[in-house]
Nanobody, 123 residues
Framework: QLQIVESGGGLVQPGGSLRLSCAAS????????IGWFRQAPGKQRDGVACISSKNVSADSVEGRFTISRDSAKNTVYLQMNGLKPEDSGTYYCAARRLLFRACELSAGLYGNWGQGTQVTVSS
């Protein structure tokens, strides 16, 4: 059974860093595009970054967030540096079977989702 579990969220001060993990079981991440999305209360779920044959990042996080994959651990990471209060929200990891194509930051394209991990950036 395909399962995705996010971890690594927490409370951090502005300018701080966090690393989120997306651990997959029941499928091989190498054959999927993995996307990170975030949702603040009362707002829509927005794409942050995704990884496939070509990585894509939202303009709002470009240069601050880095997505990477550890195939041996079947895990995708989101390294978040220079965090801002507007980065706060629930961060979700999602999978979409995709080969040899660039991923896209559209939530509707992803069919498998984790439960999310909370990130709060506040002083």
């Amino acid at each position: 059974q395909l399962q995705i579990v996010e971890s690594g969220g927490g409370l951090v001060q502005p300018g701080g860093s966090l690393r989120l993990s997306c651990a997959a079981s029941g499928f091989n991440l190498d054959y999927y595009a993995i996307g990170w999305f975030r949702q603040a209360p009362g707002k829509q779920r927005d794409g942050v970054a995704c990884i496939s044959s070509k990585n894509v990042s939202a303009d709002s996080v470009e240069g601050r967030f880095t997505i990477s994959r550890d195939s041996a651990k079947n895990t995708v990471y989101l390294q978040m540096n220079g965090l801002k209060p507007e980065d706060s929200g629930t961060y979700y990891c999602a999978a979409r079977r995709l080969l040899f194509r660039a991923c896209e930051l559209s939530a509707g394209l992803y069919g498998n989702w984790g439960q999310g991990t909370q990130v709060t950036v506040s002083s």
